[in-house]
C-alpha cells in the first residue's frame, strides 16, 4: 500500500487542502461505489460511524466488502446494511447477536471471514503503515492455519468458497503463519473530537477498531461529535494525526447522528426496605 498523501482535488470540495470538513454526510459518502471495500470503527454499538452508515444506506451501493470486528447488531450500525442486502464479503473476528448476520452466512447469502480479533487489528494497522504481511503465532495448529473454513456455504450446506491454508515459518524454534494487511477503498470512523484538518480524538471504548480502520482507509470519512477550531487540540491528546482523514463531518449534540444505543442493558431491581438485611 502507497503511503498516505492528501489526495487530488475530491468531488467532495474543492477547498480540501485548507479545511477538510464536509457538513452533509450524504456528500462525505456519495462517490463510495459498488464493490468497494470498507473499513468500518466500532465494536458492537459502541463508537460505530452511525451517521455515516446511514448515508450510505440511503445511497444505496451494492456488492460491499466490510472490514469490521462485527457486522453491527439487527436493525442498528452496518446490520442495516445488511438486512437491505448491501454487503457481500464481511472480514470480522465476531459475529455476535445479529441474528441476520447468521441467517445469511448459513445460508450462503453472505462470505465471512472470521479471524482472530488480535489479528485483525494487527491487519489493519499493518495496512495503514505500509506493512504486507506479518508473522503471528495466533491461529497456529488450528484451521486458520490448515485452511478449509467455510467462508461461504452453498444453499445445500456444503462449503461452496473454503480458507487457503497460511503461509507457515519457523523462528527460533517457535512456528508462526503468515497474515496478509488489509487496506480499504474508505474508512468510516467515529471520533469524540476533531478538527478541520481531521486530527481526532476519541472517547474510551470508541477508541477500539476506529483509529485502525481510518488508518487503513485510501480516503477517510471520520464523523465527529465535536468539531475543534484549528489549535484547540493538545497535540499530546491526539490519538489519530490528521494525515490518515481526508473528510470531517460533524455530528453535533441533537439529531440522529448523536444517538448512542446500549447493546445489552442490565438492570438490577432495588429491594425493598421489607428485603433489606438488617443487622
Known amino acids: 500500500m502507497a503511503p498516505h498523501s492528501r489526495p487530488p482535488a475530491s468531488p467532495v470540495a474543492d477547498s480540501a487542502f485548507l479545511s477538510k470538513v464536509v457538513p452533509d454526510p450524504a456528500r462525505a459518502v456519495a462517490d463510495i461505489p459498488d464493490g468497494a471495500t470498507l473499513a468500518v470503527g ?18 444505496g451501493p451494492r ?17 442495516i446494511l445488511l438486512e437491505a442486502g448491501r454487503i457481500d464479503r464481511v472480514t470480522a473476528s465476531y459475529v455476535g447477536d445479529n ?3 447468521a441467517r445469511r452466512y448459513l445460508s450462503g447469502e453472505l462470505e465471512v471471514e472470521l479471524i482472530p480479533q488480535g489479528t485483525l487489528a494487527e491487519r489493519l494497522r499493518a ?17 486458520i492455519a ?7 456455504y452453498a444453499p445445500d450446506g456444503s462449503v461452496a468458497v473454503a480458507s487457503p491454508p497460511r503461509r507457515t515459518e519457523v523462528f527460533d524454534g517457535r512456528e508462526y503463519i503468515l497474515e496478509r494487511a488489509v487496506s480499504a477503498d474508505f474508512g468510516l470512523v467515529r471520533a469524540w473530537k476533531g478538527d478541520p484538518d481531521g486530527n481526532l480524538v476519541f472517547r474510551r471504548a470508541a477508541r477500539n477498531f476506529n483509529p485502525l480502520c481510518a488508518m487503513a482507509g485510501r480516503v477517510t470519512v471520520a464523523e465527529v461529535e ?13 490519538h489519530l494525526p490528521g494525515i490518515f482523514v481526508q473528510r470531517v463531518v460533524p455530528v453535533g449534540h441533537a439529531g ?7 447493546e445489552k442493558l442490565t438492570e438490577r431491581r432495588t429491594a425493598t426496605p421489607e428485603e433489606v438485611p438488617t443487622r
Open 63 to 79: 456488492g460491499l466488502h466490510v472490514v469490521s470486528n462485527n457486522c453491527g447488531i439487527d436493525g442498528w450500525g452496518l446490520g
Open 42 to 59: 466500532g465494536f458492537g454499538s459502541c463508537g460505530i460511524p452511525s451517521l455515516l452508515i446511514d448515508a450510505l444506506h440511503k445511497a
Open 127 to 143: 495496512g495503514g503503515s505500509g506493512i504486507p504481511a506479518f508473522y503471528t503465532p495466533a491461529g497456529v495448529g488450528t484451521q
Open 146 to 152: 490448515e485452511g478449509g473454513l467455510a467462508w461461504r
Open 256 to 262: 440522529p447522528g448523536a444517538e448512542k444505543r446500549i
Open 99 to 101: 441474528k441476520e448476520f
Open 226 to 238: 465535536e468539531l475543534c477550531e484549528p489549535g484547540d487540540l493538545d497535540p499530546d491528546e491526539i
